[in-house]
């Protein structure tokens, strides 16, 4: 019978660990490389069918890196990882622009159905609106509708305004966020 000091030899032990620590950074460099090749990619531009840019590569880089400088990316390391701890930023704007979406929408009269058709049919059309994948991989770009182009612009003020905190209501906007409001004391 071996003893417990030729079994678990210091030896022994530190090539135990060695390999394992060498199996366990190799399987999380294949998940990390594969996670990185099937990331959604940036498109090129995002654009109206009636040809308007609403943002460009070069936009979308600028508001990552701008998320980065101010700490966004200590929230995780993997997509999904960390949105319990900050706002799910991209939940909230697809939130906001079905919202804005639906109000467009609502604006035009569905002559000859009923409300309770009319909302139904504005639902689904809104369901079909935002799942419809208008991205073109040979031109880089994504292609929107009109008035889903005015809903955006409509989400992209609302942004805009949350970071810029320059009058009251953005301001307010702000402590919903739960963003520091700079020259308040803390209640």
């Known amino acids: 019978m071996k003893s417990y000091q030729t079994t678990f030899s210091i030896k022994?032990?530190?090539i135990i660990l060695s390999v394992g620590m060498v199996v366990m950074f190799g399987i999380l460099?294949?998940?990390?490389?594969?996670?990185?090749?099937?990331a959604p990619p940036i498109p090129e531009a995002v654009k109206s069918q009636s040809g308007e840019t609403l943002f460009t590569r070069a936009d979308i880089e600028t508001g990552q890196n701008i998320w980065q400088s101010i700490g966004g990316m200590e929230q995780g390391s993997i997509w999904g990882h960390g949105s319990y701890l900050a706002p799910d930023w991209s939940a909230d704007w697809l939130h906001r622009e079905a919202e804005a979406l639906l109000?467009?929408?609502?604006?035009?009269?569905?002559?000859g159905v009923s409300a309770t058709q009319a909302e139904a049919m504005r639902r689904a059309g809104l369901q079909e609106?935002?799942?419809r994948n208008t991205y073109d991989p040979a031109s880089g770009v994504i292609t929107v509708s009109d008035t889903r182009a005015r809903a955006i612009r409509q989400v992209q003020q609302h942004f805009v305004s949350l970071y810029d905190g320059g009058d009251p209501?953005?301001?307010?906007?702000?402590?919903d966020?739960?963003?520091p409001v700079y020259g308040e004391?803390?209640?």
């Open 12 to 14: 022994r032990l530190w």
């Open 29 to 38: 460099l294949l998940l990390g490389q594969q996670i990185y090749q099937q």
């Open 103 to 111: 109000a467009l929408s609502a604006s035009q009269p569905l002559p």
């Open 129 to 131: 609106e935002m799942r």
């Open 169 to 175: 209501a953005s301001l307010k906007l702000r402590r």
């Open 177 to 179: 966020y739960a963003f």
């Open 185 to 187: 004391l803390s209640a």
